[in-house]
C-alpha cells in the first residue's frame, strides 16, 4: 500500500515538473505574437522565420501550453465538476464515484487517447512530416509528440488519483489520511 | 429490438450523457469516457468502425491545437489574470467612486461602470468577480447598502466581463460554428453596453424611490483641489484605456486578427504590471499557476467534447436531432430559435456557457446552417445569422452565470463575500439582474440592427 502511494505522488510531481516547465511558454508565447505582428507591421520577414513559421509556431506553443498541463489540472482539481448532485455525500461515497468513475469512463479514454496520440506522434516523424505551407514550419513530430506527451500525463493524474483512492478506501488505517483526495470544486474558471 | 437500438444508438448516448454529468467527475473525462463506450457499443452494433477511433487525435490536432483561432484564449486568461494583479481595478474603483459621490446609487453605478470599463479590457469572468466582491462590496456595506442590491450589483457587473469584446466565449463560439471572431467582437459590443445600461438605469430608480437602500458617498471625499482631481482620473483611467486601445485598435485598426490582438494585448498587461510594480516573480509564478490551470481547465473541455460529438456525429446524432425535433412540432425557424433560446436559459441553472457551448453548438450547427431569417434579419441562411445567433446565446448566457444552483459568478462570490452576506442574499439579490438580462435578450430578438448594425458598418459583415 506504501507503493501505491509512493507511485501516486512519483506521478503527481512528474505532473508537477512538466507543468511548471511549459508555464512559461505564456511568455514566449505572447512575445512570439508581439514580433509576428510588428514585423508584418512593417513588412519586415526576419531570415527562416517569417510570418507563416512564426504563425504555427503559436499554435504549436498553445499545444504545449494546455496538454502539458492536462494531468495536473486533474491533479490540483481544476477540472469542472457538475457537483451539485453530490451535496452530502461523504468523503468516502466521493472517493468511491472518483474511482469507478475513472475505472469506467476516465481511464478507458485517456488510455485510448494516449494509445492514439503516441501512434500520430510516430507516424509524423516516420514520414518526417512537415507543414502542408510551403514557407511553414518542418519536423511536425515534435509538438505532435509533446501532445502526445500531455495526454500520457493525463493517464499517469488518472491513475495517480486512483491509486490514491484505492489506499483511501480499502488501505489500513494509518494510510488513509494522507491518501485522502478533494473532489469538489475549486480552481480558477473564466 | 436491437435493430431499433442500434438506430437509436445516439439518442441513448446523449441520455447517457446527462446522466453521468451528474457524477460528479470532471464534465471531460465524461464527455470522452461516454465517446468511448458508444464507440465500442456502436462497434458492437455495427454502427462504427474500430478504425475510426483513429481520427481522433488528428481533430484534436487540427481543432484545437494548430487552430490559429483558439490560440487567444491562453492569452486572454493570461492577460485578465495578470490584470487582477496589476491595482488598476483598484484605482478605477476609487476614481468612479469620486466620480460619482453625488447620484443616487452612485456607489453601486461605479461598480457597474467599472464593470463595463473592465470588460473591454479582460475576456474573461472570474478574476472581475472576485476582484470586485472583495474591494466594492465591504465599501458597498459599511456604507449601509441593502445587500441584495450590493450583491446584484456586483454579479451583474462581473458577469459582463464575457460579453462585452473581447471575449473568450465569443472566440470558442465563433470557432465552433465557423464566424468571424472580429465581426461577433464587433457585434457584441452594443448589447453588452445595453445591459449595462439597463443595469444603470435600474439601479437610478430603485435608488432615487427608495434612498435608504443605497447611501451617497459624502460629497467631500475625494481630491480637494481641481488640479488633483484631474490628475486622479487621468491617472486611474489611462491603463485601462491603453489595454483597449491595444486589444481593440489593434484589431480594427488592421495591424492585428483578434488571436494576435489577444497576445499583443498580453503583453501590454504584462507591461503595465511591470511598470507599476506590481510583477515580481512570485506574483508571476502565481499568475502562470493560475492562467495555465484555466486554460487547461478550458482546453480539457475541448479534448473530451471533440471525441463526445465525433462519435455522437458518426452514430448518426445529427439526423436524429432534426427528426425528433420535427417529430415535437419544432419545424418552423422561428420556432427552432425560441427553443434553443428557451433550452439553454434552462440549461444555464445547471451548467456553464463553455460546458453548453461545446455540448449544444456541434448538436446544432447543421441545423443552425440552414436556418432563413432573411426577412427578420436582412440576409439568407448562413455567417450573418449564425453571427446574430451567437450574440443571442451569448446574452442568453449571461444568465447562466447569475442562475442557482450552479452560477459560476455565485460560486466566486461564495467563496469571497464578507461572513454577514448570506446565500440567500445573493440569491434574492440577483433576481432583479437576470429579469434585465432577458429584457436585453428580448430586445436583440425583436431588433436584429441593434447586434448587426456595427459589425455591417465596420465591413466586417455584409
Known sequence: METLLAVSRLFNSVNRAAASAAGWLFLVLAGVVVVDVVTRKFGYQIPQFGSTRLQELEGHLHAALFALWFGFAYAKNAHVRIDIALGRAGPRALAKLEFFGCAFLALPFTLIAAYFAVYYAWTSFRHNEASVSASGLPYLFIPKTVLAIGVVLLAFAVISIMLRAMVFLWGPEHLREQAAITTYRMGAKP | ?462
Open chain 2, 1 to 462: 429490438m436491437t435493430a431499433w437500438l442500434a438506430q437509436h444508438l445516439s439518442v441513448l448516448m446523449f441520455v447517457v450523457l446527462g446522466v453521468a454529468l451528474f457524477s460528479g467527475l470532471p464534465v471531460g473525462f465524461v464527455l470522452g469516457g461516454v465517446g468511448i463506450v458508444f464507440g465500442v457499443l456502436g462497434i458492437l452494433f455495427d454502427q462504427f468502425q474500430p478504425i475510426q477511433f483513429f481520427n481522433f487525435l488528428p481533430r484534436v490536432w487540427g481543432g484545437v491545437a494548430a487552430n490559429p483561432v483558439l490560440v487567444a484564449i491562453p492569452m486572454f486568461i493570461f492577460m485578465g489574470m495578470v490584470l487582477e494583479r496589476s491595482g488598476i481595478a483598484h484605482e478605477l474603483l476609487h476614481c468612479l467612486q469620486v466620480l460619482t459621490r453625488g447620484v443616487p446609487g452612485g456607489l453601486a453605478m461605479s461598480v457597474t461602470l467599472m464593470g463595463t470599463i473592465m470588460a473591454a479590457t479582460t475576456g474573461i469572468v472570474g478574476a472581475s468577480v472576485i476582484m470586485l466582491t472583495l474591494i466594492a462590496l465591504p465599501s458597498m456595506i459599511e456604507r449601509g447598502y441593502q445587500k441584495e442590491l450590493a450583491v446584484g450589483t456586483i454579479a451583474s457587473a462581473g458577469t459582463l466581463g464575457i460579453l462585452i469584446p473581447p471575449s473568450i466565449m465569443l472566440v470558442v463560439m465563433g470557432d465552433l460554428l465557423q464566424v468571424s471572431v472580429g465581426a461577433l467582437f464587433a457585434a457584441a459590443l452594443l448589447p453588452g453596453l445595453l445591459l449595462s445600461v439597463l443595469y444603470l438605469v435600474y439601479i437610478g430608480t430603485i435608488s432615487y424611490l427608495k434612498p435608504a437602500l443605497a447611501p451617497p458617498l459624502p460629497v467631500e471625499m475625494g481630491p480637494k483641489s481641481r488640479r488633483e482631481f484631474w490628475t486622479l482620473v487621468a491617472k486611474s483611467f489611462f491603463p485601462p484605456l491603453f489595454l483597449i486601445a491595444l486589444v481593440l485598435g489593434s484589431i480594427y485598426g488592421g495591424w492585428a486578427t483578434p488571436t494576435e490582438a489577444a497576445g499583443v494585448g498580453a503583453a501590454g498587461a504584462l507591461l503595465l504590471a511591470m511598470v507599476r510594480r506590481k510583477l515580481d516573480r512570485t506574483t508571476l509564478r502565481e499568475v502562470i499557476e493560475q492562467s495555465g490551470l484555466t486554460n487547461a481547465m478550458v482546453f480539457f473541455l475541448f479534448f473530451g467534447a471533440t471525441m463526445f460529438s465525433y462519435v455522437f456525429r458518426s452514430l448518426g446524432g445529427d439526423d436524429v436531432v432534426k427528426e425528433l425535433l420535427a417529430a415535437v412540432g419544432i419545424d418552423t425557424p422561428w420556432k427552432i430559435l425560441i427553443f434553443l433560446q428557451i433550452l439553454v436559459f434552462l440549461l444555464g441553472f445547471f451548467f456553464d456557457w463553455i460546458e453548453i457551448s461545446l455540448i449544444v453548438l456541434p448538436i446544432f450547427a447543421p441545423i443552425l446552417a440552414g436556418l432563413d431569417f432573411s426577412a427578420h434579419i436582412g440576409s439568407g441562411p448562413g455567417i450573418v445569422f449564425l453571427t446574430w445567433f451567437i450574440i443571442l446565446l451569448a446574452v442568453n448566457l449571461q444568465t447562466s452565470f447569475l442562475t442557482p444552483p450552479f452560477g459560476f459568478t455565485l460560486f466566486c462570490m461564495r467563496a469571497t463575500v464578507p461572513p454577514d452576506v448570506a446565500m440567500a442574499h445573493i440569491y434574492r439579490g440577483i433576481v432583479p439582474f437576470v429579469g434585465l438580462q432577458l429584457i436585453g435578450l428580448a430586445v436583440t430578438i425583436v431588433f436584429p440592427e441593434f447586434v448587426l448594425w456595427l459589425p455591417r458598418a465596420v465591413g466586417m459583415l455584409t
